[in-house]
């Protein structure tokens, strides 16, 4: 397996900025065959950074921060499935706990947008984590669990290739996030792999399952290493275009 390192720019990036950033990880992607990059800009820079991506034969798959899982209908401000697909993404991020906090996504929903971003091709990245409150009451692993559980309801073996999980505890994101201790951190992927194991059997361990969460340049290697370690998710320290130059993990 290919080891993963992937950034969700959230309400980041203008097109210009969101191309200048495409331009550079382009080609520095193609020096590290070792590493599969994946970006997911804002709805507004999706097609031109796809575009850009093509253009430069960039081993970089793009991604969108999240779908409907209708294809089409009553739903202001939403965007479908079928309209990710017209740009031609590799994938969908699923559940990330600021769509969790902020707008009312849920494991059920997560599980609907989950198995229609499979349905129509998708890569799915489904983000799970515990809160603090859960985590001081020794819950981390019976809630990650339930997450994953709920998320993989009815999704196929066949499809099981085009799942992705990211573990990011709710605690350790964005800019008031607490680093998390690599150990904490094996722990709970060994734990999510045991939980893709018991639904699937072997095939659960092809599952890549990514970490994330105030991941920056002094902690990014002491997660790494691990066998069920099998990428890093990074929001702000990847913002930068030359971000991933920094990101020394090898
Ligand atoms: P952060 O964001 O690296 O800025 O904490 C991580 C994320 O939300 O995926």
Redesign the pocket.
């Known amino acids: 397996m290919k080891f993963y390192l992937g950034?969700?720019w959230?309400m980041h990036k203008t097109v210009a900025e969101a191309l200048a950033y495409t331009e550079g990880l382009a080609h520095y992607a193609k020096d590290y065959p070792q590493f599969q990059f994946f970006i997911i800009p804002s709805y507004t820079a999706l097609w031109q950074v796809r575009q850009k991506v093509d253009a430069l034969g960039a081993p970089i798959w793009v991604g969108a921060q999240n779908t409907h899982w209708e294809d089409q209908g009553a739903f202001t401000g939403e965007i479908s499935p079928v309209q990710l697909k017209e740009i031609g993404l590799d994938l969908v991020e699923i559940g990330?706990?600021?769509r969790r906090q902020y707008y009312n996504e849920t494991d059920f929903t997560v599980n609907l947008k989950t198995l229609a971003a499979l349905k129509h091709g998708f890569k799915a990245l489904v983000?799970v984590g515990e809160n603090m409150p859960e985590k001081e009451h020794g819950a981390s692993k019976s809630k990650i669990a339930t997450q994953v559980q709920i998320a993989l309801n009815g999704v196929k073996a066949e499809d099981l290739p085009r799942v992705m999980i990211?573990y990011?505890p709710v605690w350790?994101?964005?800019?008031k996030?607490i680093p998390a201790e690599a150990p904490y951190v094996f722990e709970i992927h060994e734990s999510i792999r045991k939980t893709l194991c018991e639904l699937y059997g072997e095939q659960g361990r092809e599952v890549p399952i990514f970490f994330?969460?105030?991941?920056?340049l002094q902690n990014c290697q002491s997660y790494c290493g691990h066998p069920d370690v099998n990428g890093l998710?990074?929001?702000?320290?990847?913002?930068q275009p030359d971000s991933f130059h920094q990101v020394r993990i090898w």
Do not use: D, L, P, Y
């Not at 998710?233 to 913002?239: D, Q």
């Open positions: 950034t969700n959230k990330h706990s600021e983000c990211a990011e350790a994101i964005g800019e996030g994330g969460g105030s991941v920056n998710f990074i929001g702000s320290t990847a913002w």
